[in-house]
């Protein structure tokens, strides 16, 4: 399943950046939200999964979707010149990182660690322990993301009754 999850992810993720449609793209991006959304299910953690989808897949998409289909009113100009010297550069810095990356994971010391002990089963996470962690270990920063979205709206509000 998680072969299965992760290539959905990651396929629909190209396809949305290799797509020239721009509600093709964000069709594409949904079915990354959903990969996402199987892959926290496969981690116990139906909570995340079922966030995932109701927040991303429902409403920033509709969102995104909505100011694309109002701001897109005119097809992207092409290019002038092609500039190969920075594709080819591009594509060399990418395959730098990709194997930056692969050799640091697998260095890890959390690698290793799990070939010896092997994968332990996460436990279940639920609306009561999300809620008991939120209220009790982390109280000051939901406090202080409700203060900055309070501020955000009263600063939304005035910008758009001063242009009324």
Same mark, same amino acid.
């Given at each position: 399943m998680f072969i299965t999850f992760a =290539?959905?992810?990651?396929?629909?993720a190209l +396809?949305? =950046? =290799? $797509?020239?449609n721009v509600i093709v793209a964000g069709l594409f991006m949904v079915a990354t939200f959903f990969g996402v959304a199987g892959l926290f299910v496969l981690l116990a953690n139906p909570v995340a999964a079922a966030l995932q989808i109701i927040v991303y897949t429902g409403a920033i998409m509709v969102l995104v979707l909505f100011v694309i289909m109002m701001l897109n009113s005119h097809e992207e100009e092409k *290019? $002038?010149?092609?500039?190969?010297?920075q594709t080819w550069v591009s594509i060399a810095l990418v395959a730098a990182l990709a194997f930056g990356a692969v050799k640091l994971v697998l260095a890890s010391p959390g690698l290793k660690a799990l070939a $010896?002990? +092997?994968?332990?089963?996460?436990e279940a996470m639920t609306l009561q322990k999300v809620g008991m962690t939120l209220f009790a270990d982390h109280l000051l920063g939901f406090e202080v993301a409700g203060l900055l979205?309070? *501020? *955000?709206m009263i600063g939304a509000v005035a910008l758009t009754k001063r242009n009324l």
């Open positions: =290539l959905i992810t990651l396929l629909s +396809g949305m =950046l =290799l $797509q020239k *290019a $002038q010149s092609s500039r190969p010297v $010896q002990s +092997g994968a332990v089963v996460p979205l309070l *501020a *955000a």
